[in-house]
């Protein structure tokens, strides 16, 4: 979608420079957003500590790569001849002024101009022509020195003494701290291209581009320099020709503008992007052929390649909150349980079962379920307290009675059905449901037993036996207590945690629980069914409390 903002449009014109000038690093608001085009952007004063210019001829300043080095009059080699015998022959030849290498004892070779590596191979098999059985090495001790100039921009024409180990960035660099050092000639580095560097060798001119070598590492960007290079530096032009990058990026600013760039390379000038940064989300602001801005929305990596034209503004925009990353827990009887990301809306139940490698011999996955976390009831937690505090200091109500109550009040608040066997099946669709950020999904090992507990003698435990009824149950615990309040006996099914009324021939299932109340001395329990039953209506436990006190 595009969108035109016309000539005049001055409150969207002040939104625009206000997004412009959002910061990165935190959330702060800068002012202007700065100006990274030129030479003196690049090279801090403070950071920067100039080259002496005093060099020891032949001083190695920087590692040789033989694959690009080219040999000239100056360099010094390194020779070891270790012939039979107790002789050892230790050469240091010079390449003369006219491109020869002499060797004592031998015939001269021309060097100059060559390759370092095919210089060492040439000098090599040279020497073995005249020592057959010896072991030579050649390697290059010393580098000549060059002498470059710089034209353009920085008039007059300034003359550099460096090494034929130096490249480009160290020429440019020995410049701008010697510049910046001078006050009257320090303002001459704003006007001047960092993007825009030539260097004419053999009448040849050659385009570099050292904001990608400082940036990207771009080796290409930054050659090593020869004798009698000229380095041509342009002007910028800072009103036409610069590039807006903000938002979620490294380095927000202004940079120069150089034809062929794109999307991609923009954004990697730049800093790169931020982890925050919403690569779906970067907008292009370009001026029309009418006035005014055309906003366009672009994403990376399907727009990468997109052209830029001078002028244009990019703003990458910050993540939504709601695209954090959400998690779910598995745990239980599988064979890879642990925390996994999910996209919360579109990740269902069954495709969990790929990420943690299916379930173990002792797994029941008819039996697993979903714990989902619900907005806490304070009335309710508040209630609980209340109750727990009376038990304690009135004794009226066993402990493993307040427990089951705890769990009564919480069915089916937060646990989900997840029978893993009829989603696979596809049984029932709506078993397979979307998950949510926090889910802990469990997955039980098969349960052959049956828990008895409340008023019962022998409260525990017991095997489950296939058809048995609860009245069964109860006579495995020692049958009811003196207190017991058959007419009020519960089976809490092990799945769900739903409560049921349950007779003596109700038949529980592996893992149920049947719970028998206890008719206690103050007839306390007639008042907490109706709070049981009713707990939308929690607030009355209060009033329960304090008639119980008094």
Do not use: C
Not at 530 to 543: D, K, M, S
């Amino acid at each position: 979608m595009k969108h035109v903002f016309p000539r005049g449009s001055g409150m969207l014109l002040v939104l625009f420079v206000w997004m412009l000038t959002i910061g990165t690093a935190g959330a702060q608001q800068q002012n202007t957003l700065p100006d990274l085009q030129s030479l003196s952007s690049l090279f801090s004063l403070s950071q920067q500590t100039p080259k002496p210019q005093a060099l020891t001829p032949g001083d190695l300043m920087n590692a040789i790569d033989e694959n690009t080095y080219h040999v000239d009059s100056g360099d010094e080699f390194y020779i070891r001849v270790d012939v039979q015998g107790p002789d050892v022959k230790i050469f240091n030849p010079v390449v003369s002024a006219d491109g020869m290498l002499v060797l004592p004892d031998v015939s001269a070779l021309y060097v100059r101009g060559m390759l370092l590596k095919e210089a060492k191979r040439r000098i090599y098999r040279h020497l073995k022509d005249f020592y057959p059985g010896a072991e030579i090495d050649v390697s290059l001790s010393k580098v000549h020195k060059v002498r470059v100039s710089v034209i353009g921009a920085l008039e007059p024409v300034v003359k550099l003494d460096l090494t034929s180990a130096d490249r480009l960035v160290d020429a440019i660099q020995n410049i701008v701290v010697a510049y910046q050092a001078d006050t009257s000639r320090a303002k001459l580095l704003d006007h001047v291209s960092a993007r825009r560097i030539d260097v004419i060798r053999s009448n040849v001119r050659h385009r570099y581009d050292l904001l990608k070598f400082m940036r990207l590492g771009d080796l290409s960007q930054n050659p090593l320099l020869r004798s009698n290079d000229v380095i041509f530096v342009h002007y910028r032009d800072s009103l036409k020709s610069n590039l807006v990058v903000g938002g979620e990026v490294g380095q927000p600013g202004v940079y120069e503008f150089v034809p062929g760039d794109y999307l991609m390379l923009a954004v990697k000038l730049a800093g790169g992007m931020l982890p925050s940064a919403d690569s779906n989300r970067i907008e292009l602001y370009r001026r029309g052929n009418e006035g005014g801005f055309v906003r366009r929305v672009l994403r990376l990596p399907a727009d990468s390649a997109l052209a830029l034209q001078a002028g244009d503004q990019l703003f990458v925009r910050a993540k939504p909150k709601n695209r954090e990353q959400k998690f779910v827990e598995v745990e239980g009887e599988v064979k890879y349980p642990g925390v996994y990301p999910i996209e919360e809306g579109k990740t269902r139940l069954s495709q969990v079962v790929q990420w943690f490698g299916g379930f173990t011999e002792d797994a029941a996955p008819e039996l697993a379920f979903v714990q989902r976390e619900v907005k806490r009831n304070k009335k309710l937690e508040k209630g609980l307290e209340a109750m727990r505090m009376m038990n304690v200091q009135n004794k009226q109500m066993p402990t493993t009675d307040m427990s089951f109550i705890k769990d009564y009040y919480r069915q089916n608040l937060q646990i989900l059905q997840a029978d893993f066997g009829k989603i696979a099946q596809g049984d029932n669709p709506n078993l397979d449901f979307l998950l949510q950020n926090g889910d802990r999904i469990v997955v039980p090992a098969r349960v052959m037993a049956v828990t008895v507990a409340g008023a019962v003698r022998n409260p525990g435990i017991y095997p489950y036996v296939k058809g048995a009824t609860l009245k069964d149950y109860v006579k495995m615990a020692g049958g009811y207590a003196p207190r017991a309040k058959k007419g009020l006996t519960k089976l809490i099914k092990y799945k769900s945690g739903a409560w049921l009324d349950a007779g003596g021939k109700s038949v529980p299932a592996p893992g149920d629980k049947i719970f028998v109340p206890q008719r206690n001395e103050i007839e306390f329990w007639p008042m907490l069914k109706e709070v049981v039953t009713l707990v939308a209506q929690i607030g009355t436990i209060f009033v329960i409390i304090r008639s119980v006190n008094k």
